[in-house]
């Protein structure tokens, strides 16, 4: 059974869910970056296919035989970032994927809840990069390698064309 809390976007219980889950996967991802820092990239084509199927779902609503389009331009859209990781790849991901989950917390909380939420977030920020820095270190171990949770920019434009991640700063 779901809880009635889930059920309705304007109860200002699942700010606080969702933060719980937020807490979760912040616990999570520490635990993978101490002991197994590849399982990240794993984690990452997991979330990018995930979210953009939702994404690619809202926008391209057409089904072929019992899967819809958008999973399969999410499979599409995970094997480009995974196995050609450009800085196109990595920022297309980046936005697909932000997107789907834009859309799944946007159609969950209300406008109280959303604020309330905020609230919440930037406490738990706060916390996190100035008194318990677990935050920044999530973020060095994520900007290590290019990964679909940044968006990074090329230090010089030369051409338009293919950028590698080495070249980007």
Known sequence: EVPPAIENPEAVENSFI????????????LIVIKFKKSFIRILE?????????????LLIPYEIGFLSL?????IILTGWKMLRPTLTSQNFAAVISGAGAGA?????????PSLVFIMILSAYDF??????????HLAKAITERPTAFTIAVPHKFKKLTYIGIKKAK
Do not use: E
């Open 45 to 57: 084509a997991v979330v990018v296919f995930l979210a953009s199927w939702v994404t690619f779902d």
């Open 104 to 112: 799944l917390i946007g159609s969950s909380l209300g406008i109280l």
């Open 127 to 136: 916390v996190s990069v100035f008194i318990t820095k677990h935050m920044i």
């Open 70 to 74: 958008g999973f399969f331009l999410a």
């Open 18 to 29: 969702l933060f719980g889950y937020i807490l979760l996967s912040t616990a999570g991802l």
